[in-house]
């Protein structure tokens, strides 16, 4: 049975309220567990055929920290270069824009006008992910607008010259029990937290993604975007899993009741 679980009110969204539904109570197989029965967390990753890490399962954003505009959400959900010391290296025509975009209160984030978020941003945001991973592909499904995200590891390169999008184009390769993703093909005009930090088409970001036991994966993010940046950077984000549940589509316009009542529409 479908049951309403959260309502997430996200800080200078406009849009309607974010509904987090998830299908409640239907067990996760394989769970390890301690000898007292409790879920073992801490057990080792689950391993494929070929004996590689298996990232396959659901996943939540770090929800430990005790800041931001819910607890749920912590601080890399509005400035992603928190704990970076001295914040990102923008170029200065960036640093303006984010100063602005505080400053209208990022009147006009992507994500507030239901357009997609960026791969990066995905994982600091408050909805569910699932990873599934097969020969030759692993796929992120969000339950945001209910989207999608291929990483294809079957060895093919990346395109010379893509047709720009918000997620990019991404190939992964295992350097041990690391799958190391590259993602080219932005378009402009995405924005990597709520504050507005932005990601140009020159960008190419490298993913290390690790998953360090049952429970927990750990992702380094490097952006390398010259337009945007005056020098390459990089975020440590955390993954949490989720057991028990599955994804129920979150569809950013349903529900909407705001669009009637702004002025000047």
Same mark, same amino acid.
């Given at each position: 049975? =479908?049951?309403?679980?959260?309502? %997430?009110? /996200? #800080? $200078?969204?406009?849009? +309607?309220?974010?509904?987090?539904?998830? *299908?409640?109570?239907?067990?996760?197989?394989?769970?390890?567990?301690?000898?007292?029965?409790?879920?073992?967390?801490?057990?080792?990753?689950?391993?494929?055929?070929?004996?590689?890490?298996?990232?396959?399962?659901?996943?939540?954003?770090?929800?430990?920290?005790?800041?931001?505009?819910?607890? =749920?959400?912590?601080?890399?959900? %509005?400035? /992603? #270069? $928190?704990?970076?010391? +001295?914040?990102?290296?923008?170029?200065? *025509?960036?640093?303006?824009?984010?100063?602005?975009?505080?400053?209208?209160?990022?009147?006009?984030?992507?994500?507030?006008?239901?357009?997609?978020?960026?791969?990066?941003?995905?994982?600091?945001?408050?909805?569910?992910?699932?990873?599934?991973?097969?020969?030759?592909?692993?796929?992120?499904?969000?339950?945001?607008?209910?989207?999608?995200?291929?990483? $294809?590891?079957?060895?093919?390169?990346?395109?010379?010259?893509?047709?720009?999008?918000?997620?990019?184009?991404?190939?992964?390769?295992?350097?041990?029990?690391?799958?190391?993703?590259?993602?080219?093909?932005?378009?402009?005009?995405?924005?990597?937290?709520?504050?507005?930090?932005?990601?140009?088409?020159?960008?190419?970001?490298?993913?290390?993604?690790?998953?360090?036991?049952?429970?927990?994966?750990?992702?380094?993010?490097?952006?390398?975007?010259?337009?945007?940046?005056?020098?390459?950077?990089?975020?440590?984000?955390?993954?949490?899993?989720?057991?028990?549940?599955?994804?129920?589509?979150?569809?950013?316009?349903?529900?909407?009741?705001?669009?009637?009542?702004?002025?000047?529409?």
């Amino acid at each position: 049975m =479908r049951k309403l679980v959260a309502t %997430l009110l /996200l #800080g $200078f969204v406009i849009a +309607g309220a974010v509904a987090q539904a998830q *299908w409640l109570n239907y067990p996760t197989p394989g769970i390890p567990k301690t000898p007292s029965g409790l879920p073992n967390l801490g057990a080792p990753a689950p391993r494929t055929a070929d004996g590689k890490p298996d990232f396959s399962g659901m996943w939540e954003a770090e929800n430990t920290r005790p800041q931001g505009i819910d607890l =749920r959400v912590g601080d890399q959900f %509005l400035d /992603l #270069g $928190f704990g970076v010391e +001295g914040g990102l290296p923008y170029q200065p *025509w960036a640093r303006d824009l984010v100063k602005a975009r505080k400053a209208s209160h990022a009147a006009d984030d992507p994500e507030t006008h239901c357009l997609p978020i960026s791969i990066v941003r995905t994982f600091t945001y408050p909805t569910f992910r699932k990873i599934v991973q097969v020969p030759g592909l692993t796929i992120i499904l969000d339950e945001h607008n209910a989207s999608y995200r291929q990483v $294809f590891t079957d060895g093919r390169p990346l395109p010379i010259d893509p047709q720009p999008s918000w997620n990019g184009y991404s190939t992964g390769k295992w350097e041990g029990d690391t799958l190391v993703v590259e993602t080219t093909g932005f378009r402009d005009g995405i924005w990597l937290d709520k504050f507005g930090s932005p990601l140009t088409d020159a960008a190419r970001i490298t993913e290390r993604m690790r998953r360090l036991n049952y429970g927990n994966l750990a992702i380094d993010v490097s952006v390398d975007d010259p337009k945007a940046y005056t020098k390459p950077w990089t975020v440590h984000l955390k993954q949490f899993i989720v057991l028990n549940t599955d994804l129920l589509d979150y569809i950013c316009l349903e529900n909407e009741k705001d669009i009637p009542h702004l002025v000047g529409k």
